[in-house]
């Protein structure tokens, strides 16, 4: 317990975490009532209004995990003292998890913020279309599930390779680059590489009953999983390995 709290501590401390926290709160708030207003506020609205375009708060995300990962390690820090002992598994799995949950939390508070500032406005959200098959609420739970996945991936790419600016390139490649513009190259294993990015599991997954019918989800399930398991192998093992310095 004690461990959580210091690496909280270590992870939340500073100026710099709380305006990354307040950018992905904020940037849910501000995106969904831009996309009220242009819609009309007389209008009924699905839950995914409540996070439109939030491939920009994942960026976000991707930018904090990043930053927040790649200090894991640095002089005075709470994982630089058990760099010196038998308990480094223990703190990377512990800083990745606060890490997720930081940036998840302040992702949420937004899309309930939003929610509240919709209602205000006058905009009815229908918060139905969170079940029934319907696709604004395949969107909201892609999206929820995606802000998740990319927090831990992108986190424990930053404790790797101890740079905040190369994991974010990696993982901006594979947001802005890989995804939308490999589909359009008709070779089989191209499309197999495709199907296997996080981003695109995510949402084939959580879209299954009504964009994607017949996609598996035990198997996107599979996938993320393995996603996680090898990163954090590789991770964990360097961790284990990494001197003091």
């Not at 949950?101 to 229908?126: E, F």
Request: charge should be positive.
């Amino acid at each position: 317990m004690n461990l959580i709290f210091a690496t909280t501590r270590s992870v939340l401390s500073g100026g710099a975490a709380k305006v990354i926290l307040a950018f992905v709160s904020l940037s849910v708030v501000f995106m969904s009532i831009a996309n009220a207003l242009n819609k009309g506020l007389d209008q009924d609205l699905a839950l995914d209004a409540l996070v439109p375009l939030a491939i920009l708060t994942t960026l976000i995300i991707i930018v904090g995990a990043c930053r927040f990962g790649a200090n894991a390690a640095s002089q005075g820090s709470i994982g630089f003292a058990y760099l010196a002992n038998n308990h480094r598994f223990k703190e990377l799995f512990v800083r990745v998890g606060v890490i997720t949950v930081a940036l998840n939390a302040a992702a949420w508070l937004g899309v309930g913020l939003s929610y509240l500032a919709l209602t205000a406005m006058g905009v009815t959200v229908d918060l139905n279309s969170w079940g029934n098959g319907q696709e604004g609420g395949a969107v909201l739970r892609a999206v929820l599930l995606e802000w998740i996945v990319y927090a831990v991936l992108a986190s424990l790419t930053a404790i790797l390779i101890k740079s905040s600016a190369f994991s974010m390139l990696i993982w901006m490649l594979e947001l802005f680059i890989l995804e939308p513009f490999l589909p359009v190259l008709s070779i089989d294993w191209v499309q197999q590489i495709i199907g296997g990015l996080p981003g695109v599991v995510v949402r084939k997954m959580m879209h299954a009953p009504v964009l994607a019918p017949g996609w598996s989800v035990p198997a996107s399930c599979a996938m993320l999983v393995a996603w996680f398991v090898i990163l954090g192998g590789i991770t964990a093992y360097q961790v284990k390995r990494r001197p003091v310095q």
